[in-house]
Structures are given as C-alpha cells and as structure tokens.
C-alpha cells in the first residue's frame, strides 16, 4: 500500500464547476499537507500549505485536512480553464520529507 | 520572491557525454533538493543538502553526483547517464531541515534527453 494515495483522474469539469481533490494516507505520522500544482512541462507550485485539521482558504482554493480520517482535499470554486493542470498532493514526516501522491490531472472545459 | 531558477532549460546528451545542471535561489533557505520526475509521475527526492551539507541521499546511482558550492547554489554533474535517465530534473529550496513550516518551493526543472 503506497503512503499516498490519489486518484490519477483525469477529471474532465464545465468552467464555473466547484472541484474537489483528494488524497488519503496512511501514516499517522504526516504533519504537514501542501498542495501543489504542475503545469505541462513545468516545475510544481506550492498553492496551499496545512499543519492542523480543518479549513484553510485562499481566494478560489480551500483547503481540508482530516487528520482522524487521514484524509485531505482541496476544493476549487468557480474553476477556471486555466487550472486544467496536475494537482499533486504532498505530505511531510517527521524526516521533513515530502512524500507526494501521484498527482490528479484537472481539465476545464470552456 | 520565491524564485528557483535552474539552467539549462533543455539538455541532450549522448551517453559519453558529462554536463552539469545548475540551480540558484536567493531567498536565504538552507536547504536545496534534486527530484527527478518521469512522465506523468510525482517527483522522486534524489539528494538533499542542509547548509551546505548532504543529508539526503535517495540511493541514487554514482553517474549522478550533487554539489553545493554555496548556500544558493546547487549543482548536478552527469557522467554516463543512461536513456532511461531522461527526465526532468527539479530543484526545490526551504529554509532548512529541522523548520516546522518548511515549505519547499521548486524550479521550473531542466528537460534532461540522454541518447
């Protein structure tokens, strides 16, 4: 069982859609949570970073975390044809890794 | 400014061949990685340094040798890479091991083509 895990979609979404992504671990260890999203050929770019159970947001994007559940999500409100991208998910131990799921790619139709 | 840049963008190189790839950050973090990412696949840690150090070495086979002249500086020297080396190679940054919001922040990666 990978210590990540997340749907590799794709996930094909109307502009205006609300999305949701998700990834769920198994190492209770897992402190931290970011989200991170990779354009075609580019380098990943950290959108949203947790440390804590519950809700973070900013601007369009929220963030979730569920640490009972082990389970994370970020929502997207009024997507955007310019999200369509690769959402990668990332959690870090206690080593200060970052152990990433294999990433979920997001299309927005216009 | 949380810029990584990395150089070259593009490389092709025979097998024979032995080139560098460069990353720079000047945000005072002190600690820099090497990923590689194949095709459709999560970035996978290769080396991490720690004020100037190694700390972090994923395994990875001699051919591939990191360097860190400097706090913002990263290099990766490559010598008799194989086809199935071609990837693309990130470099992240953050403020250092050991920081509880330790973030990192990547570069846009150098598209590495072996022949």
């Known amino acids: 069982q990978k210590e990540v895990e997340q749907d590799p979609g794709p996930l094909s979404v109307p502009e205006g859609a609300i999305v949701s992504l998700n990834c769920t671990y198994s190492?209770?260890?897992?402190?931290?949570f970011m989200w991170y999203r990779q354009y075609s050929r580019k380098g990943p770019e950290l959108l949203m970073y947790?440390?804590?159970?519950g809700n973070k947001e900013d601007g369009r994007f929220t963030a979730q975390v569920d640490k009972s559940s082990k389970y994370i999500s970020l929502f997207i409100r009024d997507s955007q044809p310019s999200d369509s991208a690769t959402y990668l998910c990332?959690?870090?131990?206690?080593?200060?890794?970052?152990?990433f799921g294999s990433g979920t790619r997001l299309l927005v139709r216009p | 400014d949380t810029e990584v840049t990395q150089t070259p963008k593009h490389l092709v190189m025979g097998m024979t061949n032995k080139k560098s790839l460069k990353c720079e950050q000047h945000?005072?973090?002190?600690?820099m990685y090497w990923y590689k990412q194949k095709a459709k696949k999560p970035p996978e840690l290769m080396f991490v340094?720690?004020?100037?150090?190694?700390?972090i070495n994923e395994s990875v086979p001699s051919r591939f040798s990191p360097e860190c002249p400097n706090s913002s500086l990263l290099n990766l020297h490559l010598h008799a890479l194989q086809p199935e080396d071609s990837a693309l190679y990130l470099c992240?940054?953050?403020?250092?091991?050991?920081?509880?919001?330790?973030?990192?922040?990547f570069g846009p990666g150098t598209r590495l083509t072996v022949l």
């Open positions: 945000m005072g973090h002190r600690a």
């Open positions: 190492n209770s260890a897992f402190q931290y």
């Open positions: 992240a940054s953050s403020q250092g091991e050991g920081v509880s919001t330790d973030t990192q922040y």
């Open positions: 947790t440390y804590s159970s």
């Open positions: 340094y720690s004020y100037e150090k190694l700390s």
């Open positions: 990332a959690m870090m131990d206690s080593s200060y890794k970052l152990i």
